[in-house]
Nanobody, 114 residues
Framework: QVQLVESGGGSVQAGGSLRLSCAASGLSFRISPMGWYRQAPGKQRELVARISSGGNTNYGDSVKDRFTISRDNAKNTVYLQMNSLKPEDTAVYLC????????WGQGTQVTVSS
């Protein structure tokens, strides 16, 4: 079955950086578009970034020019490099893929303090 395992979350001060990873299994990763979403307490889940199988990317407006999504097909892993972090980036970050249906990882907590 499809499994998505996120890692790399943690606590950081404003202005700092983190890199999240999502290791995927149980699917043909090379042809799968991947994405990152986030959910903060009391807020709707929102798109952070997506990357197509061909490497095309798009970002949520709030993270453009600060976050970068990338993928390593040899490692079945998608990354999210987060720079210039702000307190409002605090959320659980979730990896997602659509493979017959939508799958979500368990999420990784990112906490940014001011």
């Amino acid at each position: 079955q499809v499994q998505l395992v996120e890692s790399g979350g943690g606590s950081v001060q404003a202005g700092g950086s983190l890199r999240l990873s999502c290791a995927a299994s149980g699917l043909s990763f090379r042809i799968s578009p991947m994405g990152w979403y986030r959910q903060a307490p009391g807020k709707q889940r929102e798109l952070v970034a997506r990357i197509s199988s061909g490497g095309n990317t798009n970002y949520g407006d709030s993270v453009k020019d600060r976050f970068t999504i990338s993928r390593d097909n040899a490692k079945n892993t998608v990354y999210l490099q987060m720079n210039s972090l702000k307190p409002e980036d605090t959320a659980v970050y979730l990896c997602t893929v659509t493979w017959n249906r939508v799958y979500w990882g368990q999420g990784t907590q990112v906490t940014v303090s001011s």
